[in-house]
């Protein structure tokens, strides 16, 4: 294959003197799928920023189809026929697929191109979706459809715009398994049509599954470029995070004790009013830790938003240590030990206006290790952030940073260090890993056991089967809103054997249904 793209010796300091990228180089090759890999704050976003003209290097040369280009900005990049899907859509609520594709770009006609050639538009957007396969329903709002269409979209709007190269930015972060399958068979159908990707992930099985090579970065350099073909998981996550990395969860068996949340028969609607969540029932015990499965969309949202304070019940009952959960606001589920990860940690999981110490106190900075009388001591919450921020290995230049300019990733250790740091002694941890490397994957799946061996009980919701299987002691499949089994996560329970109960194909206590 012909280089397509060569970047070298890329540098970017920026003026408060972080150094995220540290002599970087890479090449791609034209008609491949590129994986670019490394822990969070790696530089892995901002090599792709400046490559799409969204930053400028310090220093460092980037040539592409061999000539030497230097961008002002995302228009520059977009004419070379270069294009970006962010890993948080940038997509408008409340305009339709097919006008968040041409925003911006939208075909014209009449005397001086002054009105909306809307017949051109779905002509041309129609096209695009028989070319690539890319279903979606162009009269829908964007605010309407799943995560996995909302991808498209954005696939679509830079195919729309003429792009060759396409940057995709953790994809699959916010994907469900099916999504992330249909995602691929897409990303394999660009390529054989000509198109070049550049794919940044943290899932080592998809780098796996999907590129042909990979560049790895750390700390802001350039490890090694590998053949796909001739490498392994190991290999990848030991140049990852210079070290080796467990892929399994060391764990002693679990000592249920006392049951600590009791849920009966609890129902609830979702946003449009319709039942979301259909008379479900089950207990956790201090010292152990249930497993939500199913495939997204069947109440999982639901289920945690209402036992959280955020949802409330149309029906049943939640007890959290004989205490009435339903009836009690958020601030009182707050104090009362009762940690949240929430899977949405940009608009229920931080405050990105706020710092990182003012996200790792936000519910708690009444609490007297904070305080010096009646006033906040900013010593001891500077002191505290830092201490959560080398355990949890935020990587940060400081404590005052604001959360909004993190990572996904190291966002997502803020929160996880937020919840875990108060001992809670029921932990509801949706998501916990979403976005994150695998050295961090790691040490939160470590700090999950841990709580649990200290005696609190935990409920873990993951749309990744594997990380349900390898934390939970008992397995809640939920399919449509109902529990359809409980099972003991044995050594010789299966991921099939659960996928039939997510699919709906099997229900506990029945034979299949076909």
């Known amino acids: 294959m ?33 994986a670019l890999v490394g822990e969070n704050g790696a530089g892995k976003s901002t090599l792709m920023k400046i490559l799409f003209g969204l930053e400028a290097p310090t220093s460092g040369t980037i040539e592409y189809k061999g000539q030497a280009i230097s961008f002002d900005g995302p228009r520059d990049a977009i004419k070379q026929g270069m294009g970006m899907v962010h890993q948080h859509f940038m997509l408008a609520p409340s305009l339709t697929v097919s006008e968040n594709i041409v925003l911006g770009d939208e075909p014209k006609k009449g005397m001086l191109s002054m009105f909306r050639d809307r017949a051109k538009e779905f002509q041309q957007v129609e096209h695009l979706i028989k070319t690539y396969g890319l279903k979606v329903n162009l ?247 830092k201490t959560m921020m080398e355990i949890f290995d935020v990587r940060a230049q400081n404590e005052e940073i604001m959360a909004g300019a993190l990572s996904g990733g190291n966002l997502q250790k803020v929160v996880v260090a937020r919840e875990l740091s108060k001992n809670p002694k029921l932990l509801i941890a949706s998501q916990p890993t979403r976005g994150v490397d695998i050295g961090a994957i790691e040490f939160i799946h470590r700090e999950i056991i841990k709580r649990r061996d200290g005696g609190a009980a935990v409920m873990v919701v993951s749309a990744e089967l594997s990380e349900v299987m390898a934390l939970s002691d008992r397995i809640a499949v939920l399919y449509n809103g109902e529990i359809v089994a409980l099972l003991d996560n044995t050594p010789d329970l299966t991921e099939q054997e659960i996928g039939y109960y997510m699919l709906g194909i099997k229900k506990q206590g029945q034979e299949a249904a076909q």
């Not at 010796?9 to 002599?23: D, F």
């Not at 080592?204 to 073909?229: D, H, Q, Y």
């Open 2 to 34: 012909s280089i397509l793209l060569e970047m070298k010796n890329i540098h970017k300091v920026y003026p408060n003197g972080t150094a995220a990228n540290r002599g970087v180089d890479l090449t791609v090759h034209e008609g491949e799928i590129h």
């Open 139 to 385: 009269q829908a709002k964007v605010e309407t459809i799943p995560v996995g269409q909302k991808q498209r979209v954005e696939i679509l709007k830079v195919l729309y715009r003429g792009a060759k190269l396409i940057i995709l930015d953790e994809p699959t972060a916010v994907l469900t398994p099916q999504e992330t399958d249909e995602l691929f068979d897409s990303v394999k159908a660009l390529v054989s049509q000509g198109h070049t990707i550049i794919f940044i992930t943290h899932k080592l099985r998809e780098v796996m599954e999907i590129s042909n090579r990979i560049t790895v970065l750390r700390a802001g350099k350039s490890i090694a470029t590998l053949l796909t073909k001739d490498t392994n998981q190991e290999e990848i996550s030991r140049l990852m995070v210079g070290r080796d990395v467990l892929f399994r969860v060391e764990k002693i068996p679990a000592e249920p004790k006392e049951v600590v949340l009791s849920v009966r028969n609890l129902s609830s609607l979702d946003d449009k009013g319709a039942l979301a969540l259909n008379g479900v029932s089950f207990d956790i015990r201090a010292g152990e830790v249930l497993g939500i499965a199913g495939v997204e969309g069947n109440g999982q949202t639901e289920l945690v938003e209402t036992l959280t304070g955020l949802r409330k019940a149309s029906s049943g009952e939640a007890r959290y240590q004989n205490k009435d959960l339903l009836s009690t606001s958020v601030a009182e589920i707050r104090r009362m030990k009762v940690g949240h990860v929430p899977e949405d940690r940009q608009t229920a999981g931080a405050s990105l206006t706020s710092s990182i110490a003012e996200n790792l106190i936000l519910d708690y900075y009444r609490h007297p290790e904070f305080k010096i009388g009646p006033f906040l001591s900013k010593k001891k919450i500077k002191q505290f952030a």
